[in-house]
Each structure stands twice: as C-alpha cells, then as structure tokens.
Antibody, heavy 119, light 110 residues
Framework: QVQLVESGGGLVKPGGSLRLSCAAS????????MTWIRQAPGKGLEWVSY????????KYADSVKGRFAISRDNAKDSLFLQMHSLRAEDTAVYYC????????????WGQGTLVTVSS | QSALTQPASVSGSPGQSITISCTGT?????????VSWYQQHPGKAPKLMIY???NRPSGVSNRFSGSKSGNTASLTISGLQAGDEADYYC??????????FGGGTKLTVL
C-alpha cells in the first residue's frame, strides 16, 4: 500500500534552517510528481511546492520562494524540503503528498511533521 | 493569490444533505476541471474525497458528490452521518501552474 512518512520537523529559531524528508513506499516513486503542503496551527491548508518526476521542474508558493528548495532522490524513493531563513509564520505541520502530474489531485498524504519556528 | 472562498461552517442533521461551496475565479476554479475536495478529521491528514470536479476515488462513499458552475464548485454530502463531521477543503489548479486551497469549512452533524 502507498505510504508516505515525513520526518525532520522540530523547533528552530527564526532565521534558522531545517530539512524535511518524506520516505515513499508502495508505488513507483519516479512515476509521480510530489508536493509539500503545510497547515499552520488551527488554520487551513497551504500549498508550498511541487517537483516533477525527474526533479527538473519545480514550483513554489510566493510565501516561500527563494527560501525553500524542493528536491528528490528517485533512487532512494525520497522527497526533501530544504527550508532557510525560517520565520514564525512558517510554523506549521508539513505534509508531503503524491500527485500524478501537475493539475492532478493529491491522492495520498503523509501524516505530517511539525515545524515550530520560535526563539 | 487569495484562497478560494468557502463558508466557515455548515451543519446538518443525520440523514440530511448539505452543500459546501467553493468560489474562485476564471484563473482557477472556472478555468479548469481540476477541482478537488479533501476531508480532514482532527489531528489527521487530509483525505481525497472528490477529484476533477465530480469524480470519486475508489472507496469513497457515493454519498459524496461534486459539481461546478462557472467559478463556483460545490461538494454535496447526502445522508449525513456522524462520521462525516470534519473539516472540508476544496482545491483548484491555477493558471500559474500552482494549487490553491479554500479556507476550509467545518461540518457539524447535529
């Protein structure tokens, strides 16, 4: 069965960096785009970024552009989100999700990992 | 880009039907048939309920249905059950090749 397991969340100071990982299993990882979605405490969902199957195409929300970088390792069935210059407003649960192609629905989600940005 | 507009809350009694609206623009909801709906129970990850406006993934009850007219998409849940109580989010592909979510609707089953 499809499984997505995020890790790497934690407490970080404003201006700091953090790298999130998402381990995929149960499907051919290299056949799917992947995305990151976040949800601030008590708030709604916010799309963060997506990456194409090969990793050559990426897209970011304006709120994270220039600070976050999405990448993937198809040999290791893994997705990453490198986050720099973190701000308090980046505090959220970060979910990875599977997408067949740009425009497709997010059909499987991980359980999420909490990132807290606070001094 | 601003979030798609959803009502903050809706409610209904068991057995009744409810509809949740999701309003966007011609650059997102109105421009593409790539509207999805997600159900999220407290503390859980979102679950895909409807995709491409009106399609149900395997395993989702046929009590859930979707539609679209112009810039507004809708999710209808018929035969409300206690387990349907959750937050519901719409999303749409956009002309900027991004994804836009609605603000979410809290469904209360009375």
């Amino acid at each position: 069965q499809v499984q997505l397991v995020e890790s790497g969340g934690g407490l970080v100071k404003p201006g700091g960096s953090l790298r999130l990982s998402c381990a995929a299993s149960g499907f051919t990882f290299s056949d799917y785009y992947m995305t990151w979605i976040r949800q601030a405490p008590g708030k709604g969902l916010e799309w963060v970024s997506y990456i194409s199957t090969s990793g050559t195409s990426t897209k970011y929300a304006d709120s994270v552009k220039g600070r976050f970088a999405i990448s993937r390792d198809n040999a290791k069935d893994s997705l990453f989100l490198q986050m720099h210059s973190l701000r308090a407003e980046d505090t959220a649960v970060y979910y990875c999700a599977r997408v067949f192609r740009s425009g497709s629905p997010l059909d499987y989600w991980g359980q999420g990992t909490l990132v807290t940005v606070s001094s | 880009q601003s979030a798609l507009t959803q009502p903050a809350s809706v409610s209904g009694s068991p057995g009744q039907s409810i509809t949740i609206s999701c309003t966007g623009t011609s650059s997102d909801v109105g421009g593409y048939n790539y509207v999805s709906w997600y159900q999220q129970h407290p503390g859980k990850a979102p679950k895909l309920m409807i995709y491409d406006v009106s399609n149900r993934p395997s395993g989702v009850s046929n009590r859930f249905s979707g539609s679209k007219s112009g810039n507004t998409a809708s999710l209808t849940i018929s035969g409300l059950q206690a387990g349907d109580e959750a937050d519901y989010y719409c999303s749409s592909y956009t002309s900027s090749n991004t994804v836009l979510f609605g603000g979410g609707t809290k469904l209360t089953v009375l």
